[in-house]
């Protein structure tokens, strides 16, 4: 291959000019192609970057909208009338009547609980063992309100609360949740703590927002370091999680990169809470490597004008100097000087001949 590449590069002067217009044409085009193509990958990857996180933030606002509109929602009804029968341990059922009406009217995907101050439970929107009581897990410390992180519902199937397993050998196990709670206080005097109310959220409810839409997310709890929701296609190893944990852009899950977008917890949201929105890099790379094959294509087109100047010139330039070519060699073949090269011009080539 190579001996016919030199045998044809030496025998005209046409194809070196040729040779040598294409060398310029390529050494120009080629890198200016390459930083043309760079600059618009990283523009195009920027872009994505932004948009899976405009992804991220848009999830945390329905998540925070979610349980904004929730905690309002629990601090009017812990404010309400009915609610010091508790002293009278909702004899009458009215504070029961009340949850029963407020779960339907706002159509609540989880459940409502009552609770006096000791701890025993006073009412609820669903069927309670009576001697079921306060979990532990729900109990608030300092200030009228809380949020638990997901966890198993603690007053799932026959258990009695105090953050005790439910799960038996032969039940499933209980479903997860997360509760906000509310204190109550009294409607009359020095306003006194009288019991705690708690809404429960599915974690089921949750999760559907998150696999609502076009990009799948993943939900980490930062300071546990733990997911707590993963799309379907991810398994959770320890690889990928720590991939997720460590702020990448292009983690590795499940051996496919990945392209990550970022919103962290707050307005609503737990802080600690982080939103990750994916794309794989094989969809993300379809648009840059259009460009890529664009810019190939655009070569090509420049490509076949500028060959067919430069075969016209070559011929152009080289042309008469064939002609006198063969006028020697007639010259020489027939010994008759008088031969003549038909050639015209004032250049150099007419010159010499």
Do not use: C
Not at 171 to 182: D, F, K, M, N, R
């Amino acid at each position: 291959m190579t001996g016919r590449l030199s045998r044809w590069w030496n025998s005209s002067i046409r194809h070196k000019m040729m040779a040598a217009f294409l060398g310029i044409f390529f050494i120009t085009y080629g890198p200016a192609a390459i930083v043309i193509f760079t600059t618009i990958e990283a523009s195009m990857r920027d872009a994505q970057v932004r948009t899976l996180d405009q992804i991220a933030a848009q999830k945390r606002q329905k998540l925070s909208a979610m349980f904004q509109e929730s905690e309002r929602n629990l601090r009017a009804w812990a404010g309400l009338e009915v609610m010091n029968d508790i002293f009278a341990l909702d004899v009458d059922k009215r504070i029961v009547g009340t949850l029963t009406r407020l779960k339907q009217q706002y159509d609540l995907p989880g459940e409502l609980f009552v609770f006096d101050q000791t701890g025993r439970i006073v009412a609820a929107t669903r069927s309670t063992p009576p001697t079921a009581s306060l979990p532990a897990r729900w109990k608030v410390g300092e200030g009228d309100r809380g949020f638990i992180d997901k966890h198993a519902d603690p007053l799932s199937g026959d258990g009695a609360g105090n953050g005790k397993s439910h799960q038996t050998s032969a039940g499933p196990a209980p479903p997860e949740i997360v509760a906000l709670v509310h204190r109550i206080h009294a409607r009359f005097g020095d306003r006194q703590p009288i019991g705690l109310m708690v809404m429960t959220i599915p974690w089921s409810a949750i999760s559907g927002a998150l696999q609502r839409g076009t990009a799948p997310v993943v939900l980490l709890d930062q300071a546990k370091k733990r997911p707590l929701y993963l799309p379907p296609f991810l398994d959770g190893n320890g690889d990928s999680i720590a991939s997720l944990l460590s702020d990448q852009r292009q983690p590795i899950l499940n051996g496919v990169r990945f392209i990550t977008g970022h919103a962290d917890g707050g307005e609503g949201m737990p802080a600690r809470w982080r939103i990750i929105a994916l794309q794989n890099t094989q969809q993300a790379n379809a648009p840059i490597r259009s460009v890529a094959w664009r810019l190939a294509l655009l070569g090509l087109v420049l490509l076949a004008p500028i060959s067919i100047g430069i075969h016209w010139l070559a011929r152009r330039l080289t042309g008469p100097l064939l002609s006198l070519e063969e006028t020697v060699g007639a010259m020489r073949r027939h010994q008759d000087l008088s031969l003549r090269a038909r050639l015209s011009g004032e250049d150099e080539i007419g010159a010499l001949a």
